[in-house]
């Protein structure tokens, strides 16, 4: 039988507010444990919440960002659960009414062995605030766990797609398309490692053909895109060996382990909590108005979407160029830089898109690390724009300047890359190459064309590599012609 | 020391004596803390005592008041309820979970108290976490009704009540959930103001029903009410709930005639489960307010009887999620064995809760249970709103309403503590104004006679419409000028064997 797997997912992402979402305790990562929680934080007896307007202005950005309905009242809810790392013994969420409803995204998924690249648009149910957990740490203290409540009360944005992913790496060009949006429109530093976005994938798998969904496991706080491959991968195998060995997939929270590559249920349906949702009476419904929308969309960059069409538009450069260019808005904006400091638009996109993010992957570096500004890139690109270095030197002063050695002029001088350009001194060369190669001539006239070449290589090769190819054709083609 | 007699003066004439340096406030807080030296350890109206505080809070306002810079309130010792966070203060809802938490910071009331330099005299005795009519639910012990020490003074806030009652402060804060300043107030024959909701700040008054929850005075008359009302109302942003509204002066309208007011009388509040001596004072007080000018009409709230059990599905749903912070991991009770997590859990909030508070969070947590949501709690929202709407008719017809603020006199300690719903009917005439949203107050409207003989005090309603506080303080401040049920005071050197 055929499988298919049914992938869909909840992302949590931190949002970038100078302060937690029900309080005015500070956010910074990695500070002393219980230095960032007050009051609110700890639940002391007596404390009430405050909401964070700043984190509803990240959720309104998120939800404009995907084109989604924002609700003009949403409602937030209490989680009920004990767990040591959860103060007040609820989470504040959103339940029923969340902030943001139905909204998409479209991701590209690249290519794969056989198969082509392709877009896909995955729909987003809904976007909700809550507040993060503390963390409970194991260790610290010989045979005790402590609690840090640093974290406790930092705002996320959980973002629930519908089941509309079909294979880990369409769950992946997803969760790197979402990565990058929220970094894009400024709501989340993206950062992973730090648990600024992690996901949880609920995987099913059914007979392909069929409607009714599988029994779903959720592998839950992946935060690295090549475990998330991984685990999927995993996963899927192991429900589908399971099936097929006439087994049946109890629902399940499991992990992942990077270790081993598995995933292993961590608590079952019977064992989980009723969570006892009810509205939060501390809180008053979440009122958005148009207004209140209209003051976000100004403070909202250009999309991704609408800054491709822009860069297509005004750069007549290709879909795929201006859509790769656009994967990120830094990469975007060191293109566009590159363009203004007088770079010719294509061939820089050419450049960005290959030297320079070849680079960039080889380093595991972000564009913003990029030894090479937009400006320096530029100005390279100009010297093969007025023929001062071929293309080939190009590279080697492009591999120079990455390794700091110079600017543009410095490493050309210094390499000696210079394009011989004065056509005085290519007329002579070519003369000398004629004079040398009577037979190729005499081909030549014969009617052979490829003796032309042969002389232009003869010619090249007598200026080592520096004169202009442009020039050496035209001045050769005149003379034989003469 | 001073010759005249502190204990009966007015927060008024309190406030005469120390602007005019009659009497300093370490004097006065001095003579209240020999007081409670003397009746307390009877009454049991305190929790917490910490005489160096506030007789450094006096001394404070002493030279406040030497400097010229004095408010109504300054230098005048306050009975806090220990509901409220206090700095430095045992904070201890009335509850084992908490016997052993000190606040570290300031609940919005007590700030107020602190700003205007009034004197925290201690903090007192209450139902545990609120929950409660007659203040044995307390794990600091039951608090005595000075009227008759072998009685209840009423809950939660009966330590609050006590203390007025018996001359143990100059005046007392109170908070009110379901009735919980209005029914001790009653039974103990004081006056009592539960505000609008969102009128009083609950930062720092730890939570029993967020959405009921009101802090509110208790003091000897209407007037002390709205002064203390000015120092205790007000926009606090730190409370979500808190109404953004203009800061109101409370006593602005005491003086006005009440000729031509209209006093709604719901039917529902005079027929069954009503004491009929507790009827006929009401009818007494009833006609002394037409004498004064007012228009008795007739009015219904058709769903009176439905707001005790949306209450007691509501509240304990909120107080079953707002008591979950309780649990050993932070601070109050921790157990002192356990094998796990989960061990350490059930035994430090089954050794630190009372039987009272376990009821209402396991009814809380019922009635939140998925499959039980849209049959219980879903349901008593919706009554919650009808309930409401029965007010709002009935303020088409009038602009204040009347009835008894409980069904009885004060009864005997231990007389319901057996009988949950017994004790959950002493609330059935002040429940609807929480549930709406509404203040409500009691006034001393005179005696009736207990079956032993006892003279025992009884509170008249006021229900007013949303934000008329000051209208219900006139209300209630004419009555007192043409009545003196409110300066009567009890005796408290009962002979031996009545205590």
């Known amino acids: 039988m055929e499988w298919e797997v049914v992938i869909g997912l909840e992302t949590h992402t931190q949002l970038q507010t100078n302060t937690k979402i029900f309080s005015g305790a500070a956010i910074k990562y990695g500070a002393e444990p219980n230095t960032q929680a007050c009051e609110v934080s700890l639940a002391l007896p007596g404390v009430l919440p405050v909401l964070n307007k700043q984190a509803v202005h990240c959720a309104i950005k998120f939800g404009l960002a995907i084109n989604a309905e924002i609700a003009p009242r949403s409602v937030f809810a209490r989680k009920n659960y004990f767990y040591p790392d959860l103060p007040k013994g609820y989470q504040i969420s959103q339940f029923e009414l969340p902030v943001v409803g139905k909204g998409a995204v479209t991701i590209q998924v690249p290519a794969q062995g056989k198969h082509a690249a392709y877009e896909k648009v995955i729909n987003i149910t809904r976007a909700h605030l809550e507040e993060d957990a503390g963390k409970s740490v194991h260790g610290a203290v010989e045979g005790m766990s402590g609690i840090d409540l640093n974290r406790a009360g930092t705002p996320l944005l959980e973002i629930v797609t519908e089941p509309d992913m079909r294979s880990a790496a369409e769950a992946v060009a997803y969760a790197k398309k979402l990565h990058e949006l929220v970094q894009w429109i400024g709501i989340c530093d993206g950062n992973m490692q730090e648990g600024s976005f992690r996901c949880d994938v609920n995987v099913s798998v059914r007979p392909k053909g069929t409607e009714k969904l599988g029994t779903r496991r959720e592998i839950k706080n992946l935060n690295s895109f090549k475990f998330m491959q991984q685990a999927i991968e995993y996963e899927t195998r192991w429900q589908i060996e399971t099936l097929e060995d006439g087994g049946k997939i109890q629902q399940a929270t499991v992990l992942f382990n990077p270790d081993t590559g598995e995933t292993r249920a961590m608590r079952s349906k019977e064992e989980a909590n009723d969570y006892r949702y009810f509205p939060d009476p501390d809180l008053l419904p979440l009122i958005i108005t148009d207004a209140d929308k209209a003051r976000v969309s100004a403070d909202m960059p250009e999309l991704p979407e609408a800054m491709k069409a822009r860069l297509e538009a005004q750069y007549a450069l290709s879909s795929y160029d201006a859509s790769s260019l656009t ?137 080592k590599g520096k004169a202009n190819p442009a020039q050496v054709n035209e001045i050769l083609k005149k003379k034989l012609n003469a | ?50 005489e160096s505080k506030t007789l450094a809070q006096a001394k404070a306002a002493d030279a406040l008041i030497a400097s010229g810079n004095i408010a109504p309130l300054t230098g005048i010792p306050i009975a806090q309820k220990d509901i409220f966070c206090a700095k430095g203060w045992q904070t201890t809802c009335g509850s084992k979970m908490l016997a052993n938490f000190i606040a570290p910071y300031d609940a919005h009331v007590i700030s107020q108290f602190d700003a205007v330099g009034a004197v925290n005299l201690g903090k007192t005795n209450m139902d545990e976490f609120a929950m409660g009519s007659s203040n044995e639910t307390s794990y600091f012990g039951a608090v005595k009704n000075p009227w008759s020490f072998d009685r209840v003074p009423g809950g939660s806030s009966g330590g609050s009540a006590a203390a007025v009652a018996a001359r143990l402060c100059a005046a007392a804060t109170g908070t009110d959930t379901g009735g919980s300043i209005r029914q001790p107030a009653s039974l103990c024959g004081l006056t009592g103001l539960k505000p609008t909701y969102g009128v009083v700040s609950r930062f720092g008054m730890i939570a029993f029903a967020s959405s009921l929850d009101q802090a509110g005075p208790m003091a000897k008359n209407a007037e002390d009410c709205a ?273």
């Open chain 2, 227 to 499: 002064l203390m009302m000015n120092v205790m109302a007000g926009f606090d942003e730190r409370d979500s709930t808190s109404l953004n509204r203009e800061k109101e002066n409370y006593t602005r309208d005491l003086n006005k005639p009440l000729h031509g007011l209209k006093i709604g009388l719901p039917k529902e509040f005079f027929a069954e489960g009503l004491d009929a001596d507790v009827g006929k004072v009401i009818e007494t007080a009833i006609a002394e307010y037409k004498k004064l000018g007012a228009q008795i009409v007739e009015v219904s709230l058709p769903n009176t009887g439905l707001s005790i059990p949306v209450y007691y599905v509501l509240a304990p749903a909120e107080a079953s999620s707002n008591l979950s912070r309780y649990d050993g991991v932070r601070y109050g009770h921790r157990t002192a064995e356990y094998t796990d997590l989960m061990d350490m859990y059930c035994k430090s909030r089954a050794e630190g809760f009372g039987a009272e508070v376990k009821r209402r969070i396991l009814i809380g947590t019922y009635v939140l249970s998925a499959g039980y949501y849209d049959a219980y709690y879903l349901k008593a929202q919706q009554i919650r709103r009808l309930i409401a709407q029965d007010f709002v008719e009935a303020f088409k017809q009038c602009d204040v309403i009347m009835g008894p603020a409980a069904p009885s006199t004060a009864f005997k300690a231990g007389e319901k503590v057996d009988d949950p719903v017994a004790m959950y009917l002493q609330d059935i005439y002040t429940i609807s104004t929480n549930l709406a949203g509404l203040p409500g107050m009691s006034v001393p409207a005179g005696f009736a006679q207990s079956d032993d003989g006892k003279s025992l005090p009884v509170g008249l309603q006021i229900i007013g419409n949303y934000f008329d506080e000051a209208r219900m303080l006139n209300v209630a401040h004419q009555y007192q000028k043409v009545t003196d049920w409110h300066t009567q005071a009890p005796n408290l050197n009962m002979p031996e064997g009545t205590a």
């Open chain 2, 1 to 50: 020391m001073t010759n005249i007699d502190l204990t009966n003066a007015s927060l008024k004439q309190f406030g005469e004596m120390l602007q005019s340096k009659k009497i300093s406030s370490t004097e006065l807080t001095e003579t209240f803390l020999a007081r409670i030296k003397q009746y307390n350890p009877n009454i049991n109206a305190y929790i917490a005592l910490d």
């Open chain 1, 327 to 463: 994967t990120s808005r830094d990469l975007a904006d060191y293109f566009v830089a590159a363009v203004q400091a007088g770079a010719e638009p294509k061939q820089t996109a050419n450049w960005v898109m290959g030297s320079v993010s070849a680079k960039l992957n080889s380093e595991d570096k972000d564009i913003n690390a990029s030894p090479i500004s937009a400006q320096q890139l530029a100005q390279l690109l100009k010297r093969i724009a007025d023929g001062t270095i071929s293309n080939n030197a190009a590279k080697q002063v492009f591999e120079a300047m990455w390794a700091n050695e110079g600017d543009v002029d410095s490493i050309i001088a210094a390499k000696g890359l210079k394009q011989e350009s004065d056509s005085g001194a290519i007329e002579t060369i070519i003369d000398e190459v004629l004079a040398a190669n009577g037979a190729m001539v005499e081909e030549f006239k014969a009617g052979k064309e490829k003796a032309f070449n042969a002389l232009v290589g003869q010619a090249m090769k007598a200026s």
